[in-house]
């Protein structure tokens, strides 16, 4: 009986497929039975029908329709039961270890249940695939201040349409843009990018920019950070990650032929190189790179963006792992450069999770979790009150909704803001929340109150469908107590048989059940398990 035996790997398991053992429970005919049938009682505790055959579909050794299957494993359930109880008697579920490891597993539990994850993965795959393609840009950001109410955003959207329309007249973007960076310092900047992908900056900005076609000029548009206008250049395949090592020979400051004498010094290095020298060696003895010259020059893998663009135009250039470039120009010297390895994107696959991990940390949660709350909104009949959210609005003209100015307005509006979950939750609840979860990424006050108000839903939603699990979600409480049973099983079990010479473990183990058998009272419902057995000839 695997499942019986094999605890220290099946009590590890932090997620379950419980969609497919709900639908081994509802297909079954024995759901005709009573639910709150009670199969045994071990030691004072009952256990349900609902847990037994819970158990025992779980464990495709299990032939409930044969009598010596069932009633193998009628003993075998019983006596795991027995060392749980043993287990509790002895204190195991009080220790701190045990507490923490069953509050993160029902934390973990609890997210399977509260999440679409056909939505999420779709989500995260929108961003995998942005990944695969890199887009070059150029850039002028118009900051805002990082408090920003309505009347703050007209001058400077006034000026960023301004060259807006300079640039759509024909004048070149870098000019304008070098042009207001060094008029306007600190409150204009221009760039280029050369190498964008997802996650480089505010979700607003991403999903603008990886909007636009090659040669398009977008108008505009606001993000955290302030209005931006971007001119995309080029977008192109991810070429992946390159593994090389180099050899640094730095130009001199001090000396009018220093470049001469670096650049000299490199190509003989790079002849040597390209001879059959050992390159590990020609980096330990001429390198000037102190951070990699002990390790032959080598760096780790790096993928588009992360060098120096004259280094990486090379290092990603290089066809044949082993193949050597000719010296190479950077602000830091000339670079001799060996290709060690290639690497491809990881894939969807193994990439999902680490996208969903940060996407669940910030502003990207919404489109991770935007499935989840519509539904639960429509299930715990979310009704809105717009006018009251407008008159909310209102204020942030002129006050951001953190001020103590907003907050002590709102706190005397009582209209009704909206009605969810059977009850109504007014202006100044909202305003209040506000106040105690400050927990926005948006710098631009109707933003950041949309923002919060979103996340004041999901709260709500969350606290009524934790509060209902159990009914909407049977499962969920034989998934918590099979857990919970299994860990005290493993914990007690490996203090009193795992921790004996192999030899040894099986006699300790029968020896142990027979003295649990003794010391606690068991009652079978042989009725129940006959009628079980019963249906399932059926």
Known sequence: MPYLHGYKIIFQMKKIFISLFLMLLLVSPLYALPKDSIVMTVAGHPVSLDEFLFIA????NVDLSDKNSIDNFVTLFKNFKLKVAEAEEKGYDKFNSFKTELSNYQKDLESDFLCNKEYEEKAALKEYNRKEEIIEFQHILFFLPKQTVSIDTIAVYNLAKETYKRILEGEDIKKIGN?????????????????????????????????????????????TLGFHLVKVLKRFPNPGFVKTAHILIKIPSDSLGGEKEALKKAEKISQLAHSGSNFKALAKQYSEDNETKDKGGELPFTSIGQLVPAFEKVAFSLDDIGAISAPVKTEFGYHIIKLLAQKDLPTFKEDKEKILSYMKR???????????????????????????????QTLCNENFPSSTTFQAQAATMNKVLFHLDGKDFRQKDFAYYMKKNPFSTKTYATDYMDEIYKLYLRAICKAAEKRDLNIKHPEYKLLLKEYRDGLLLFDISNKTVWNKPMEQQAKVDS?????????YDVQLNYELIKTISEQSRK
């Open 179 to 223: 042009e207001l960076t060094k008029a306007r310092k600190g409150k204009v900047v221009y760039n280029h990018i050369r190498n964008f992908n997802p996650f480089m900056s505010n979700k607003v900005f991403e999903d603008k920019v990886y909007s636009m076609h090659t040669g398009e000029i977008a108008a505009p548009f606001r993000s």
């Open 57 to 60: 579909h779980k464990n495709t």
């Open 362 to 392: 910030n502003e990207y949660n919404f489109d991770v979790y935007d499935s989840f709350d519509q539904q639960m909104l429509k299930e715990y009949n979310y009704k809105p009150y717009p006018k009251a959210y407008v008159e909310l």
């Open 511 to 519: 020896t142990w059940i027979k003295a649990l058998n003794k010391k």
